[in-house]
């Protein structure tokens, strides 16, 4: 059934947002994602992880729109029920953290930012292998992070300790490299 508490409906709703999102129908794919995740909050519960990725595909709309508020108060819920459902030295929570920290950077609350992109650093840094590229990730936004902050220091070790895991991790001439030895 597509009813309207229904999981199959809710997703599909979710997907139609997106597509309307990608056209330039705003304001009518917010209120499909919005609907959406009212849908798997009463269906799922308001930690599932479907719910979840409706929130952050709505998050990602309204970052890409110049709604920095609600996608931050979106990613600010996610990364709470992310640390609370999986505990806050979970890969995933990093990943929610790294979100957060792009929005607070377009914000302009680099502090916040620094905190979120470093936190993620030490999750990934604790849960991954060290061959696993993802650790690098979260050091090249705070490299760029310092930068804008004009900490040049700090910028270049963090952006050396990101080439230092991409060139263990990654095959020689790898793109992720490349762009990062830039």
């Known amino acids: 059934s597509l009813g309207a508490d229904s999981v199959a409906g809710a997703l599909a709703r979710g997907t139609l947002a997106q597509t309307l999102g990608v056209v330039g129908r705003v304001e009518e794919a917010d209120r499909l994602f919005t609907a959406a995740i ?20 709505l998050s990602v709309l309204r970052l890409n729109t110049g709604n920095l508020e609600g996608a931050e ?21 990093a990943g929610y953290l790294q979100n957060h920290a792009t929005v607070l950077v377009r914000l302009g609350r680099l502090d916040d930012a620094r905190d979120r ?12 292998g060290r061959d696993n590229y993802a650790r690098a990730l979260p050091l090249l936004s705070l490299s760029g992070l310092h930068l804008t902050a004009r900490r040049a220091a700090a910028a270049e070790a963090a ?3 990101a080439l230092d895991i991409l060139n263990t991790a990654l095959p020689a001439g790898h793109a992720i490299t490349a762009v990062a030895d830039c």
């Not at 108060?73 to 979970?90: D, K, N, P, S, Y």
């Not at 992109?117 to 991954?128: H, P, S, T, W």
């Open 73 to 93: 108060t979106l990613l600010r819920e996610i990364v709470a029920i992310g640390e609370q459902v999986l505990g806050a030295r979970h890969p995933s929570v």
């Open 117 to 128: 992109y470093e936190r993620a650093a030490g999750v990934y840094r604790q849960a991954l």
């Open 38 to 57: 009212d849908s798997l909050e009463r269906t799922l519960g308001a930690t599932h992880a479907h719910r979840l990725a409706t929130m952050s595909n």
């Open 159 to 161: 952006a050396r300790e």
